[in-house]
């Protein structure tokens, strides 16, 4: 049933918001040039890998030194405004469609994170990862790492269709309020180091 109602919602969600997402595209390649899609692999269902998909929003800017310069210092004008009303997410719709997301569930991480998750922590991967989760209704980017894994396995071990649809609703909520979209000083996620 859920991967049914996540391909109907997703087919639905993309036939609806196909003038936006061609609008977004053809913005981004124009301010930003190409690659318009910024693809990395990430851990899915059991830990299997697979390539996310999001609108692009930073820069390629490197230091004096060659390399890629602080993502706070790469984030483009248009890029902030499409994080802060999650349109970068939006191309993840199709990795719905392709079976390997769901609308709700853990997001997916960074596949160098896997060896290091305790057991406990590694359980987010018993459910496919969606594009919103219970912790991102409760903190979103702004939680620390220990609370955001405790409320993905929370999440694991109380998945319904009604908890999916409240998650759903109060992403929308989060959304207009823009609340916990970085965490502070950051512009994304500080890097996971295990537990220490």
């Given amino acids: 049933m859920k991967r049914m109602f996540d391909f109907l919602a997703a087919l639905l969600a993309i036939l609806l918001l196909g003038p936006v997402l061609l609008l977004i595209a053809l913005l981004v390649r124009i301010i930003m040039g190409r690659p318009v899609f910024f693809r990395q692999q990430r851990p899915g269902l059991y830990g299997k890998s697979f390539y996310i998909c999001k609108f692009r ?15 706070r210092k790469r984030i483009t004008k248009l890029g902030a405004f499409m994080r802060k009303w999650s349109l970068d997410e939006l191309p993840q719709l199709f990795n719905i469609l392709k079976g390997e997301m769901s609308l709700v569930g853990p997001r997916p991480l960074l596949v160098e994170y896997l060896p290091l998750y305790t057991p406990y922590q590694a359980r987010r991967h018993e459910v496919k990862p969606g594009i919103t989760g219970w912790a991102q209704v409760n903190g979103r980017n702004a939680l620390n790492w220990d609370a ?47 537990d220490k």
């Fill in 148 to 194: 955001r894994f405790k409320l993905d396995v929370w999440y694991v071990e109380h998945q319904s269709f009604n908890l999916d649809m409240k998650i759903i609703f109060l992403t929308i909520w989060k959304i207009l309020k823009r609340e916990g979209i970085n965490q502070p000083g950051q512009a994304t996620m500080e890097e996971f180091k295990g």
């Fill in 57 to 71: 929003t930073m820069s390629f800017a490197c230091g004096e030194d060659g390399l890629l310069l602080p993502d």
